[in-house]
């Protein structure tokens, strides 16, 4: 089961960091130096369907395989090892892209306009990144790490 698990996983992780680069790379620059919040939106509305989806599937998967890796649930907040500091690193970045989609979904997105395209944009880079960095670490609990 282990496996299947972990191909979900790494098939949603593919979409969500995959939707947040191509956001970061190609929509978030033309929709800044053209202003077009419709197209950042459309952008959005899409992604969301497959995205958040894919969101939700890595944080069940996610928890299921720490748990397969880390069985002591205390371990994960109390890192003992290399495997448990992994999974320690996950939740914070999980915590973080969570409180991002949060304030942008609250405060910056239902007053979204021309004039504070750049305040979405100082979420939607840090996601990106973020996602990257949960690909990173996902890829270090088989290889052990870049070091």
């Not at 939700?56 to 880390?70: E, K, P, R, S």
């Not at 996950?90 to 409180?99: D, E, P, V």
């Amino acid at each position: 089961m282990h496996k299947y698990i972990l191909m979900l996983h790494v098939i949603s992780a593919t979409v969500w960091a995959g939707g947040h680069l191509i956001l970061s790379l190609t929509v978030l620059p033309r929709v800044l130096k053209t202003k077009n919040v419709s197209e950042l939106l459309h952008f959005e509305s899409g992604f969301e369907k497959v995205g958040i989806p894919s969101l939700i599937i890595q944080v069940i998967t996610g928890i299921w395989l720490a748990y397969d890796f880390v069985p002591d649930v205390e371990s994960w907040f109390l890192p003992h090892d290399h495997m448990s500091h992994l999974v320690t690193i996950k939740l914070f970045l999980l915590l973080t892209t969570i409180g991002l989609a949060i304030h942008a979904r609250f405060k910056i997105i239902p007053n979204l306009n021309e004039n504070n395209l750049k305040k979405l944009s100082y979420h939607i880079i840090p996601v990106t990144i973020i996602a990257v960095l949960f690909v990173i670490v996902g890829v270090s609990f088989r290889t052990g790490g870049l070091f």
